[in-house]
């Protein structure tokens, strides 16, 4: 159910629908009021309706409110398709996600259609015919609803071009992937960090559960998946994480009983993956990373030579991984009772997530002194959130990775100016700095 109704929240029809279909109704239900209930046409000014008995101006009014909303939303629509090119183009197709899931531009396309709708709906109630009426409070609201459209288009107009601002798309895709290591991972980490576990021993012979269909795993329902088992009395392995491709036929699941997995457990466990064609940010941490990686790449091809938008991204990557970091991951092994092994599942792990953000970035721009002495500064941004040693050798690793595939590639003054970034992160790895800081902070 999370999976449809995330799929629904994320395109272009469910919340416009819903809010053309209310205001139709809205349109619909008032007209009838106002003939039922006569009275309320005493609220609308005459200076607005001087004659409230002609339905010739109800019909006049409500059509070309009507007619000019559908030429309005062509040319919103025709704004967003511009939009959405635009931005795949020059930034990366794997933004267009976070395009469509925008509210503002729903929220639009709704309240333009549903004035289309509101005065369709109210249009039969203006009549000459058998007995004439006029729903003039039904006419006094489409003609707000159409005041309303003209400040919402300026809005949806001012909206757009700062959507297609880079560093306003970096940091919605940032902020975003935020809420999706909350959700994850809720807890903030501890020195008693969860360490991974090692599997059980299986006894008896193991079965697998292969993939019904071809495609990326979006979303696990790691609660349900370890109810199933637990009402089959059996052990789940996931072979694959969260973000994965995974084709048809090849194992998704290894159970440890094979006596125990019918069709009916079968079904029950694939019903708690949600595989599709693409990657969401239900789950997936390393699709928002690499949402900003593209455009970080991009910016520094030789085609592009912008080393300003490599730099936001980096401070944006910089940003991610501090909240990962001040977490405790998610369990990779699940117990139901507890200390009976239930689940296992495979995670994302720290050396991934820093590989995904950094390395591509590193190899890329091992002759761009700008961008590689941001990225040295971006490590060490994140090395002083944590005092972890573990977290900070591997920080540390991998500047000195930077430094190593700049030299030959800069000068000895560029070279300077990188051994000098790289000897203050090795002094805050070698000398810890004691603090209550934003590591613990950000949880």
């Known amino acids: 159910m999370r999976a449809i109704l995330y799929a629904l929240r994320g395109g272009f029809l469910v919340r416009p629908l819903v809010i053309a279909l209310v205001l139709g109704a809205v349109g619909m239900l008032f007209s009838e009021c106002e003939e039922v209930y006569p009275a309320l046409d005493a609220w609308v000014p005459h200076v607005l309706f001087p004659s409230h008995a002609d339905p010739q101006v109800a019909q ?19 704004i967003l398709l511009m939009t959405i090119t635009l931005a795949s183009m020059q930034f990366s197709p794997r933004i267009l996600v976070s395009f469509v899931r925008d509210r503002t531009t729903q929220w639009t396309l709704g309240i333009f259609l549903g004035t289309f709708s509101y005065c369709m709906a109210a249009l039969p109630a203006a009549r000459a015919l058998p007995v004439p009426f006029s729903p003039v409070a039904t006419v006094a609201g489409a003609m707000l609803l159409a005041l309303l459209c003209v400040g919402w288009l300026i809005f949806f107009i001012h909206h757009i071009s700062q959507a297609i601002s880079v560093n306003h798309i970096v940091d919605r895709i940032a902020g975003e992937t935020e809420r999706v290591i909350d959700e994850l991972m809720p807890y903030p980490r501890s020195r008693m960090s969860r360490a991974v576990a090692l599997e059980p021993h299986w006894a008896g012979p193991s079965s697998t559960v292969a993939c019904p269909a071809s495609g990326y795993i979006r979303f696990v329902d ?196 990188l051994s000098d970034r790289l000897a203050r992160l090795r002094l805050i790895v070698e000398q810890p700095i004691d603090r209550v800081g934003p590591g613990r902070g950000l949880a």
Request: aromatic fraction near 4%; include cysteine; proline fraction near 6%.
């Open 60 to 78: 006049v009014i409500l059509g070309g409110i009507a007619a000019s909303i559908m030429t309005v939303v062509s040319i919103v629509f025709a």
């Open 222 to 417: 790691a609660a349900r998946l370890v109810t199933v088992a637990k009402a089959a009395r059996i052990r789940v392995r996931v072979t694959r994480r969260v973000g994965h491709f995974v084709p048809e036929g090849v194992p998704l699941l290894i159970v440890n009983r094979a006596d125990r997995l019918d069709a009916e457990v079968q079904a029950a466990l694939l019903a708690t993956f949600d595989i599709g064609p693409a990657r969401t940010l239900q789950q997936d941490v390393e699709f928002g990373v690499i949402q900003i990686v593209d455009i970080g790449l991009r910016a520094i091809s030789p085609a592009v030579n912008d080393p300003s938008t490599a730099i936001t991204c980096l401070d944006q990557l910089g940003r991610i991984m501090i909240r990962w970091i001040s977490r405790d991951p998610p369990a990779g092994t699940l117990f139901d009772p507890p200390h009976v092994h239930r689940v296992t599942m495979p995670w994302i792990d720290l050396d991934g997530l820093l590989d995904t953000a950094f390395e591509q970035i590193r190899h890329y721009a091992e002759s761009d002194l700008p961008v590689t002495l941001r990225l040295l500064r971006t490590l060490q941004d994140i090395a002083v959130t944590t005092d972890d040693p573990v977290i900070r050798a591997r920080l540390l690793m991998r500047a000195d990775r930077v430094m190593e595939g700049s030299r030959g590639r800069l000068d000895e003054a560029a070279l300077a100016r």
